[in-house]
């Protein structure tokens, strides 16, 4: 029996996902503490919605588990390199885009926590920088589709 290097693919796809999500809640988790450490020293009212910021890059860690659903739902219609290749760079380009996101949360989780103001533009941005994963999630399941068809 030899080994299937697309099974590496499969495990990717989340694995490499969710690697970035935790890294990305835990940059945005750091300064949403710091914030909340500034507001009590200055005896003012710290804000919960820093943990909206906070959550932001653990979305990323579901469409690395859909795209790896989507992986072994076409196991034996795609040959080992296409599972290794569509896992291996769609769970980079999610994990990315979850880490990068928790360093643009930790940004606004310093500017909300200092001005409270500007959550909406806050949001905005972050859903910009979401919409890299969505995008590679998406294209690449529409990849398996074509190929499987």
Known sequence: MTFNFGLI???AAFAISAFGSALGTGVAAQAAVGAWKRAYLQNRQASFLLVAFTGFPL?????????????VGALNMLDGGAL?????????????SAYLQGKAAAGACDA????????????LV????????????????????????
């Open 126 to 149: 972050l859903g910009i920088i979401e919409s890299v994963a969505l995008l590679a999630m998406v294209f690449l399941m529409n990849v398996i589709g074509a190929i499987t068809a």
């Open 84 to 96: 290794l290749g569509i896992g291996l760079f769609g769970g980079m380009a999610i994990g990315a």
């Open 112 to 123: 909300f926590g200092e001005t409270g103001k500007g959550f909406a533009n806050y949001v």
């Open 9 to 11: 693919g499969i495990g």
């Open 59 to 71: 979305s990323q860690t579901f469409y690395g588990l859909i795209l790896m659903n989507s992986l």
